[in-house]
């Protein structure tokens, strides 16, 4: 009787242990990650000050003098994150409000289905799709002399961001209680008013988490940025000329650079800059998501 | 006193789908009258007040046959099912604030009825809560949330909601199913003194607030209207067996 005991105790204290372990684990890789990526990138600032890398114009890693301003670098992801939330970000909450409140059951189920595959297409798919077609149109519609534009990468990325946007929104909208709906219905308010007035701000923290974690998923994308935005590290001025991307910089030179040298530091300290931006926009999303439990 | 006919209900049958939920109910409603309506679960009663709001055209598979009249118009003739709501207001069984202040809360249905003037809009949310009974405990509280205030406020507050866009008729789904015995008598005193500007029909499982607040009483069964007459009538003295074996206490 007691031995049995004793093994229960065991048991217990091991799966225990064992859950424990696992729930810290992701906390642990984390700090691994920004521990690795802040010795490799900092070692950059002995040679290169912070704000002639991150302010400076000029990116020439291999020439000699080398230089290491990522500033059309942010410039680049900047604009292609931005014009893809202005494009994700309504079309991703009107399909949302579609979806949870208007279309009828089967309508939904189709759409639904239709948004988790286009989020598990590989972003290379992706990139290669809009290569082939997206690339030449937008050539050929604003006469450009190339279709690797900021604009292209803008809007093959609202595509990626479109399915997190929309899951998101849609659960957060129909976290609302229907309840509401029909108090807002009984007192004459017609449906688009009680989605508008009533539904939309009981959900908005839930649909401000999903537009920063779409932008989240648009900043931290490289395939496809890598492939239809050109890779021009200039600062570009407008949408319709090529831009590189931090992330792209990241991936297109990796492979090329010889450990330890400046220039692979320097990628490394584009890590450190992704790193801190992704950081916060998750952080808005969870202060959103949280507020209103207060 | 003869009351002239508020609304009229001929032969109206109801179905969901396979499921008939109303059977051919033909019943009168008197201006300034409270006719309270009661019966076992799944009896119609719901059903029956939701159609007077056309509030069961969004669920799947509604179908009716017979006439539903309001001062002798067909409601279900007229597309404008917002401006009916506007008419005909609902208070339903759980207090459902809307996730806004107090204030908002009442000025929601006036806001969406296209009133712009703020010093109108606070003399009507004013005079909403005072009918209510609520504006003494919260004429402080007006931009707080209104999730704030206790359960019986709450319901009190939706009341309030409810009269401000000004209706003719109020129809409450078991209003006070959740409250406690005081918020409840606050909420009956104020149906009571509602019948000078309001017709108003009550559903509840509870006899005795029937038989407190009902001019008249309406017992429905299984769909069907088995007797209507005056409260004191009805309920002394019914007519049909299964109302006497209903409000004795013997089934439902």
Request: proline share 4%.
């Amino acid at each position: 009787m007691q031995k049995n005991f004793n093994g229960k105790l065991v048991k217990e204290w091991v799966i225990e242990r064992c859950i424990y372990l696992s729930g810290i684990a992701s906390i642990i890789f984390v700090g691994l990650i920004f521990i690795f990526l802040a010795k490799e990138g900092f070692s950059l600032f002995k040679t290169v000050s912070v704000s002639d890398f991150l302010l400076g114009q000029k990116w020439y890693p291999i020439s000699t003098p080398a230089q290491f301003g990522i500033l059309p670098l942010i410039v680049g992801s900047l604009y292609v994150t931005l014009g893809a939330t202005i494009i994700a970000v309504p079309i991703g909450i009107a399909s949302a409000v579609y979806i949870a409140e208007v279309a009828p059951v089967k309508t939904r189920e189709i759409l639904k289905s239709g948004i988790e595959v286009l989020a598990a297409i590989p972003s290379v798919v992706l990139g290669f799709i809009g290569m082939m077609t997206l690339v030449p149109w937008v050539k050929n519609t604003f006469h450009l002399p190339t279709g690797l534009t900021a604009f292209s990468g803008a809007l093959m990325l609202a595509f990626m961001a479109m399915p997190t946007i929309v899951s998101i929104a849609e659960d957060a909208l129909n976290a609302v209680p229907k309840r509401y709906k029909e108090a807002a219905l009984a007192l004459g308010a017609t449906r688009w008013q009680a989605i508008w007035r009533v539904i939309f701000p009981a959900a908005s923290s839930g649909i401000l988490a999903a537009v920063m974690l779409g932008i989240g998923r648009v900043i931290g994308e490289t395939m496809a940025v890598m492939m239809i935005t050109g890779n021009a590290a200039r600062i570009p001025n407008s949408l319709f000329e090529p831009v590189r991307t931090l992330t792209a910089t990241v991936a297109a030179e990796m492979g090329e650079t010889v450990r330890g040298s400046d220039h692979y530091f320097a990628l490394f300290a584009i890590g450190i800059v992704l790193f801190i931006i992704t950081f916060f926009i998750n952080l808005i999303a969870d202060l959103a998501v949280h507020r209103k439990l207060k | 006193m003869v009351s002239p006919i508020k609304v009229q209900s001929k032969d109206l049958s109801v179905r969901y789908g396979s499921v008939e939920a109303l059977k051919s109910i033909s019943l009168d409603v008197y201006a300034n009258e409270i006719l309270s309506i009661i019966g076992p679960a799944n009896s119609g009663k719901s059903t029956f007040l939701r159609c007077l709001n056309r509030f069961n055209d969004n669920q799947p598979n509604f179908s009716f046959k017979g006439l539903l009249t309001i001062d002798g118009q067909n409601i279900y003739a007229d597309g404008n099912v917002e401006m009916l709501r506007k008419r005909v207001g609902m208070v339903f069984a759980l207090p459902i604030v809307l996730p806004m202040t107090v204030f908002e809360n009442v000025a929601y249905g006036l806001r969406r009825h296209g009133m712009k003037d703020k010093t109108q809009m606070e003399s009507i949310v004013e005079r909403s809560l005072k009918a209510a009974y609520l504006w003494d405990e919260v004429k402080d509280r007006l931009q707080e949330h209104a999730m704030k205030l206790s359960g019986g406020q709450q319901q009190r507050l939706c009341l309030a909601r409810t009269l401000a866009v000004d209706p003719e008729i109020i129809l409450y789904d078991e209003p006070c199913s959740g409250l406690d015995p005081i918020s409840t008598a606050k909420i009956e005193e104020a149906m009571l003194r509602f019948k000078q500007n309001y017709t108003q029909i009550l559903v509840t499982n509870n006899t005795k607030q029937a038989a407190r607040v009902g001019d008249r009483t309406a017992f429905f069964l299984m769909g069907q209207l088995i007797e209507i007459g005056e409260t004191k009538k009805l309920f002394t003295s019914p007519v049909d067996r299964r109302t006497d074996d209903y409000i004795s206490g013997r089934f439902g």
